[in-house]
């Protein structure tokens, strides 16, 4: 298979590229790192990106950002950023990819434990990661060619906690949490947000 | 209480209205009917409502545009729509609004059905709609002073089919709906969303 895979720089993105590596060829896309640059802020990128990429059979996401900041910080500045982002990034990567994509492929995007566990400073997250979900489920049941749509929803990532100098031990292993992303790509399911566990 | 109504002039925000109208003051307001004139789509006309309504003991949001549309149909416009009015709107009327609630006050936003149960051409609504949801559980986790946040989720509602001229045996009454409504103003639920059911 010929897999895009958009944040593919990143601690779950380098984990999701090496756990597909094997009998596919892996169409790297980031912000700042190696392969395709690409911001999924701006519509314009991701379909300069599509043009260059050529056919494919699948869509990674990884990427995307979304603003952790009490709800009485947040500006309208912050919410703008947050659903320009992480989520209509991800929406235009379906809407914009869907033509590139060959016959049964698949897109596969992230939202994020906060989505139905919030925290205090979530607000602008749990809204877009809980977007997602929502626009994953809708979308599945519109996509031709047995195109599938599908999210995976990764919990606190061992890696990350560890940079962030956080209590690594209710993290998952990004190599784990890649699992769900291959299942995705690889199984049936469409319509769903798959929630990796160890 | 003092309770402030938005979209008291449609469907669902009449019946909420005579259903809460018992025993407590309300201040209504919609984009074109009765009462505070108010386009939640736009944040200076949600600044100036909360400016002119004084202290509040609860708002409830039953307006709130999204489109209806095949997802090849979406246009960037309509999405970005969809996410200033129903989505951005509510999630306004909760930022600017908690200033003006009285302690132990609440929000009641409006999600919908489609949000987890999904149709060919609800892509954007059920993005809109999920969003909601997840914003609310988060919110809720932050509201000072004892203030709740929840939203409810109407199904299809009877006098909206007659009006679509649809089969109204699965609508839900706007009466019925209504009482989801009075149980979050009049509850102690918070974070949750209400399913109303017959």
Known sequence: MRIL???????IGR????????????????RQGAGIRVDIA???RIQAMYRSTGKLDA?????GQAKFAPLDKLTDADFRFCLDNKLMGQVNLVRF??????????FTLTTGVLA??????????????AGIEGFVRAAA???????????VSPPWVTETLLALMMDPSQGLPAAVVAQSYVQSVMGAATGVTLEPSA
């Open 116 to 129: 139905r566990t919030p925290m205090p400073g979530s607000a602008a997250i749990s809204l877009v990661n």
């Open 59 to 63: 869509v990674v996401c990884t990427a």
């Open 141 to 151: 049941l519109e996509a031709p060619r047995r195109i599938r749509v599908n999210a």
């Open 97 to 106: 990819g869907m033509e590139h994509l060959a016959d049964g492929g698949s």
């Open 15 to 30: 984990a999701v590229v090496a756990a597909l590596s094997a009998g596919n060829e892996i169409v790297a896309a980031s």
């Open 42 to 44: 701006d519509p314009a």
């Open 5 to 11: 895979v958009v944040g593919a720089s990143g601690t």
